[in-house]
């Protein structure tokens, strides 16, 4: 699969105006609890790498400690700026750079993390390397990816949909990085080749609570991974594909709420 569509800048770009809002309600409680885990406080430096449009730089620059937010998306990067300044945070630094050549010193910062951002970069392992790297000694990383697909509601029940109803689309195409960390073992093994000490994953489980059966189809135009998804459905538009997907969730659950549980993986390295 093109893995490098979900790096690609310009696909942020255009859908960083919606992001906020369609898509941290439901990682947020994910990052909150990495949050929780790293325990940013007032005169740490804390760097959020692949931060999105800043909804965990911004919760971790409300304890004190000041914070560095990147992304590889101009327009992302903007909107953390833009809500920054909105709350009068001085102490965040919102700047344009890829997470896998972070142009940082060696030992720049006290906590790093990056919430569902290494498990979408074409190399993972450099952008591992590169949050260790940027850790100062005894500082702390946090990296969250999410779990194998049948371990989320939503996906499994696309999985199943698409084999039923849509043969031609064959088995969900996850990128390699994904694939390679969305198990507790595997997650620890590649943060322990990145050289993180005292590595520990633990399981994060939330319920994503949703608007409608229509809106995973909807909200997938924030994501290339479900770009790509919608595509392989033969040779309908994505936004026909759409229209075939959402009536066959409107069967399967109604056109009311829906909850989705989902699962996620947290690691926790030194240096």
């Known amino acids: 699969m093109d893995e490098m569509k979900d790096c690609d ?28 885990e790293l325990g940013p406080r007032r005169g740490l ?50 700047t344009v ?20 951002g290494v498990m979408f970069f074409p190399d993972h392992r450099a952008g591992l390397s590169e949050l260790k790297r940027v850790l100062a000694p005894g500082g702390k990383a946090a990296v969250v990816v999410w779990s194998h697909p049948d371990r989320m509601g939503h996906l499994s029940d696309w999985r199943e949909l698409f084999r039923d109803d849509f043969p031609e689309f064959g088995d969900l195409e996850r990128p390699a990085a994904w694939r390679a960390m969305d198990t507790a073992d595997s997650l620890a093994a590649e943060m322990q080749a990145a050289e993180f ?27 290339p991974f479900f770009e790509r998804m919608l595509a392989r459905l033969g040779p309908d538009s994505p936004d026909r ?8 969730f409107d069967e399967r659950y109604g056109d ?3 909850t989705f549980p989902a699962e996620a993986w947290l690691a926790i390295g030194h240096r």
């Open 97 to 116: 750079m890829d997470g896998q050549a972070l142009d940082f010193p060696e030992g720049s910062f006290d906590l790093v993390c990056s919430a569902f």
């Open 45 to 94: 430096r804390h760097l959020e790498a692949a931060a999105g449009t800043g909804g965990l730089a911004l919760e971790a620059a409300r304890s004190g400690c000041d914070v560095t937010a990147t992304d590889s998306s101009p327009a992302m990067v903007a909107r953390i700026a833009a809500r920054a300044a909105g709350e009068g945070l001085a102490n965040v630094t919102a």
């Open 197 to 223: 000490r005292g590595v520990e994953v633990q399981p994060l489980r939330h319920a994503w609570v949703v608007p409608s059966s229509a809106w995973r189809p909807e909200e997938g135009r924030c994501h």
């Open 9 to 36: 800048p310009k696909h942020w770009d255009a859908v960083a105006e919606d992001y906020a809002s369609s898509s941290e309600p439901i990682t947020r409680p994910y990052g909150l609890d990495a949050l929780a």
């Open 241 to 248: 594909a759409r229209a075939r997907l959402t009536a066959a």
């Open 256 to 258: 009311g709420p829906a």
